[in-house]
Every structure is written in structure tokens, then in C-alpha cells.
């Protein structure tokens, strides 16, 4: 292919995560974007259970029944000209090492903040990985339908908590019942909505100026003369920004608008599709590799194990950083150094997926393979490439897995081998032998009741959890042995453990046995993840 038609490839690319605080409504948007942009013609679409919501990204049973997010989602389809790879990731604190690989694998985000709560923990938490990486941030202040804090507000605590420059694009036209349209401050134009049946299509939209007196009279005086007064504020403040500042993440464009209701959700996606961010440079452990590098590479971020009951098989997620990925095509392997061929490779719309011959950068690929590719593992036809950028998190949670009924062992090892690939849990053995059960830890005790429902559903094992009573881990140097560590006190309730490397980790029962230890031994080089893994900054 011609240089020019591929780097015209790469620039209509987005790929991009969709990122908040629990709850404020990620997966309802991600929706919302789906309908918008043709790639499901109702939202909810097939008509959910009792009880059960019915969302695209929301595919697991357990995200079904609870109606929140577990596991990131990846949706690709075709709008506007150009190839969307959207994830909807979970909001949740004890899932937050999926939604962090998801931000490796991105080049911008939309955060959604709940309109009546503005600036939650979480979100600032994101918020700050997505600074630190340079990831460009657009914003979605979502649930205008029900009463919120003022907008003017909002934006100044999006500004001041986040320390970030603003820039409303649109702008709410009333809020809670009254809310009503958005204006476009950058077209000029207001834009009334109307609701929907259940919110299923796309919200009839009427398009007026402002200085229309026809149009203002629709407006109640209340609602109007107020509002008028805020966008005159706001052209106070300048009417323009720069693209580049956004994509430097020093402003972040706002949109208002309810992805409940579907008001605001054409402008966001419009507007994110004209000026959103291609793929940029990536950087790995030689310098930063350009996109338009002709060579294949790309790293993997995310494993999943049955995403399709009639498969059961393992998806691997690769984001493809630079050149063509080619269906079949050899690279260098990972763990081996040998030539694999990269055969199966998968377009994904959450739980449904397609073959697909070619992706270009930006574009993640699903490969089903049999090998057991790893999180972090590059893959690339030029060994020298590696990227080096998946954090690990220490596990904080930790609870002992033990088989109930002898028939169902081989299912118990099955699926704990497979969501141990996914690494969403680690296991660990004690080393002392008083447990004849498998430790796992987890970023938090939620991620448990996954893997237990996970396990009985999807794999049919009989497994017990059993609180362990450990709060914090370390890992000793690589190469340590348990023979070196016989003379060592290690206090009551402290404990050593192998972990599935063979890696020896000492278990503490809380913060002060920890500290304790660590002071006794400043020579027993101690860190917080597995010396084989990169740590993530300590997450609070
Ligand atoms: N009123 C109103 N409710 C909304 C809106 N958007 C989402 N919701 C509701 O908020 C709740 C949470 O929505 P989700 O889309 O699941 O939120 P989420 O951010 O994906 O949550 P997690 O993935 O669990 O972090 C659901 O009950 C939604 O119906 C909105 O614009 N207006
Ligand atoms: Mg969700």
C-alpha cells in the first residue's frame, strides 16, 4: 500500500477509553455512542430480563444482574469516516488494574462526570494517570435530566480540582425536568432535543439560533434570562481554544448532556470524531516508535477467558502501535524468541466478534491463539521493539480458594489457570504447608466475588473461599531462597509464600507488621510487585 493511503489509515483512528468515577454512567454512554453512531440500531436492544439491564459493553451475566461494569469492553465500528476502537471500562476501585492497561492501550479519553456530584475520587485518580501519559481528556458532564450542581460551577471544579483549562463546547439549555437543548458555542446554534420511547432511538434534534426571536420565545423567561447571562460569561472568557491544546492535555473540551435520555450525545460524538486523537508515537524501551513505521508492532494489555460460551476460548488483546498488522502474519515471540504466526486475529464488539485480515495502527486486535501470549508481552517483527509500559498492582485483598467437591478439581484448576492468565488475581502457595488451599490476592475483596461467580458459572467448579487474614505483600529479589530466609524472625501472624513463578513473597496481617519488618531489614530488598512486573505508583 501506498505510504500516503496508510498514513491516511492511521489518522482516521480513534481509539479511546471511556473513563469515571463508578456509576456516572460510562456504559450508558458507550451505548448511547453505539446508537449514534449506527453500530446498534436500539439501545438495550434486546429486551432485558426482570430485573436485568441490557447493554453492548455490559455482556458478562454478573455485569447483567448487577448493573455495574466488572471488565473493560472493546466496541469497533465504522463512523463519521472513521475507525472507532471504544472501551468502556469499569469505574470501580478493585477493578481499577483493568481500566488502568486499558489507559496504555489508549489515545485519548472522554470523562464522564455525574452532573449532580461533579468531581468524585475516582475520577480525579483517573484523571491523574491520564495526565501523567499526556493522555488528551474530553469531558461528558452526563444526568443533566435530573437536578445538578450549576454548570458554571462545574466547570470551575473541573478547572480547579483537576487543574485543568476548560472549554464548554456545548452548553445546557436548563437542567433537571426543564433541560431542554445545548447550545453550540462553537457553530452557534441551539439544538432542542425530545425524548424517545424508553431512550431506545436517537433523540429528535431542532436546530435554532439564539438571536431568533421565534426561537427564543420558546424558551421559558426563567430558564432564558439566566442562561443568556451564562454565555455571555462564558464568550467573556474566549471563544476559542486550540486543537492542539487539547491534544497536549492541557484543556479539556466540556460537553453537557444525558446519556439516559441521549440529549447531547450527537454533538459529543461529532465533535470527538472531527478532533479527536489519532495515534500518536508510543514510546518503548529503545525511544518512541511512530505509527507509520513500516514494521509491525503493538503489545498486549488485555487477556480474556471465555468471552463466548459456544467458544470458550482465550482472547488476547493487542493494540497494534506501528505498521500493518496482517492476518497470519509471523513475529518475533515474546517469551521464546522464536517466530509465531499470529493466526485468528478478531474484530471485537463486545461479546461479538468477526475475523478481520488487516488493522492498521490504533486498532486492537483479538487473536484467539493457543498461545499463551501474556499481558505486557510485545509482539513485533523486529525483536529489538519491546514496549514496557503494563503496570502491576500490589494486591491489597486476599483470600484462601479451596475445592469443595473432588469431582469438580479439574474445573476448580481450569478456570483458576485461565483467570490467572487474565490477570485480574495472582496465587500464591504458603510456604509453611498450614494451608492445603491455593492463596490468591486481588486488588480488592469485589474482584473475589467475580472470580467465585465466574468459577461456578463459566467453568462448573465447586470452589470455598476462606478469608486470609493478610493485608500487605512484598517480594524478595529475584533468585531468593527459602533456605536464606530460615534464621529471619518474621513475627506473629507474618508468613512466606512462592508465587506462581516460584518467586518467594512475605505475607503481613497488617500495615504496622509490615513497617516493622521492612525497618528490621533494610538489606532484604523488598518491593511491592513481582520483580518480574513494573510496579504502578501506589493507589490510594
Ligand atoms: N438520570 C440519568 N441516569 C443515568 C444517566 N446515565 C446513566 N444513568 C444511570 O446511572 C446508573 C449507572 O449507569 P452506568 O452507565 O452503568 O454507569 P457506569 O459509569 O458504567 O458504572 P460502572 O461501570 O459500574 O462504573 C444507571 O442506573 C443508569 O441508568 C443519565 O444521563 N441520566
Ligand atoms: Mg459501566
Redesign the pocket.
Known sequence: MADAAFLAEIARRRTFAII???????????EKLLLYGGAIQLAGSVRARRNQ?N?TS?WMELEKER???VSSTLLQFEYGGCVINLL?????KDFSEDTYRVLTAVDSVIM?IDAAKGIEDRTRKLFEICRLRGIPIFTFM?????PTLNPLALLDELEGVLGIGAFPVTWPLGSGEDFSGVYDRLRKNLHFFERTPHNQYRAPDRVGDIHDESVRRQIPAHIRDPWIEELEVLAGAGEDFSAEEVLAGKITPVFF?????NFGVQLLLDYFVEHGAPPQPRMSVNGPVDPGDPDFSGFVFKVQANMNPRHRDRLTFVRVCAGMFVKDMVVNDPQTGKPVRLSYPQKLFGQDRESLEVAYPGDIVGLVTHKAFRIGDTLATDPGIRYDEIPRFPPEAFAFIRNVSAAKYKQLRAGLDQLLEEGVIQSFSLLDGSQNATLLGAVGQLQFEVVMYRLQNEYGAEPRLEAAAFTHIRWFAPGTRKEQLSNVYLGPGVKLAQDIRGQIVILFPDPWATEYFVKKHPDLKLSLVSPHEVSAAPQG
Not at 88 to 92: F, I, N, V
Not at 257 to 261: K, N, Q, R, V
Open positions: 469515571s468515577h463508578p456509576d456516572a454512567g460510562k456504559t450508558t454512554l458507550t439491564r447493554t455490559d448493573g455495574i461494569s468502556d471500562t469499569p469505574g470501580h464522564v452526563n444526568k443533566m435530566d435530573r448532556g444525558s446519556a439516559l435520555t
